[in-house]
């Protein structure tokens, strides 16, 4: 894709991307049958999204997965959206080694999803306005860093469960929002 371009994934269909390549707007759309819905952006490889990122599980036997394969990095300007019924079927999959999501708008379940921060993944949260570091159920991040001089507030309680990595701050400050780190 070109950056001014909107991305809809099928349903069931695997695309990797092996060039770095930028679009507009991305979409995986939910599987209505047994076979995965995925974009994997393989190792090397840097990958754009200046709008949101819409990631749709079926709740059922098949998932919709946003995976970062090795080294690749995902800049994510704006949010994701992870849309569900059931944890695991809308997937953003950092396992594959030390990738890196740099995130400039928040994730966001509408009901259930899963982030699953893998070994030696970083996810970096660097928008220009305040940001909230989403902590539910499903999410679990392997080293964090904020880089947002408007400031993140904690959408949880931080836990040796959903952060098992550093915690960096490079710029801004990190507002508690009432929870605890552990």
Same mark, same amino acid.
Do not use: D, E, K, W
């Given at each position: 894709?070109?950056?001014?371009d909107?991305?809809?994934?099928a349903?069931?269909?695997s695309?990797?991307?092996?060039?770095?390549s930028?679009?507009?707007?991305?979409s995986?759309i939910k599987?209505?049958? +047994?076979a *995965? =819905?995925?974009?994997?952006?393989l190792t /090397?490889i840097?990958?754009? !999204? $200046?709008g %949101?990122?819409?990631?749709?599980?079926?709740?059922?036997?098949?998932?919709?997965?946003?995976?970062?394969?090795g080294?690749?990095?995902?800049?994510?300007?704006?949010d994701?959206?992870?849309?569900?019924?059931?944890?695991?079927?809308?997937v953003?999959?950092l396992t594959?080694?030390?990738s890196?999501?740099?995130?400039g708008?928040n994730? +966001?379940? *509408? =009901?259930?999803?899963t982030?699953?921060g /893998?070994?030696?993944?970083? !996810? $970096?949260? %660097?928008?220009?306005?305040?940001?909230?570091l989403n902590?539910?159920?499903?999410?679990?991040y392997k080293?964090l860093?904020f880089?947002?001089?408007s400031g993140?507030?904690?959408?949880?309680?931080v836990?040796?469960?959903?952060?098992?990595?550093?915690i960096t701050?490079a710029?801004?400050?990190?507002n508690?929002g009432?929870?605890?780190?552990?």
């Open positions: 894709p070109i950056a001014a909107s991305v809809s994934i349903a069931g269909v695309v990797r991307v092996n060039i770095n930028a679009c507009a707007y991305l995986l599987p209505t049958g +047994t *995965n =819905t995925v974009l994997n952006v /090397g840097t990958f754009g !999204v $200046t %949101n990122i819409q990631i749709n599980g079926n709740g059922l036997s098949a998932n919709s997965i946003l995976m970062l394969s080294t690749a990095i995902l800049n994510a300007s704006a994701i959206i992870l849309s569900a019924n059931t944890a695991g079927t809308a953003v999959n594959g080694g030390a890196m999501l740099n995130l708008g994730l +966001t379940l *509408n =009901t259930a999803g982030l699953s /893998g070994s030696s993944s970083t !996810v $970096t949260l %660097n928008g220009s306005s305040a940001q909230t902590l539910s159920a499903g999410i679990s080293h860093s880089n947002n001089s993140v507030t904690l959408g949880g309680a836990t040796p469960a959903n952060v098992t990595g550093n701050i710029s801004g400050t990190l508690s009432g929870f605890n780190m552990n």
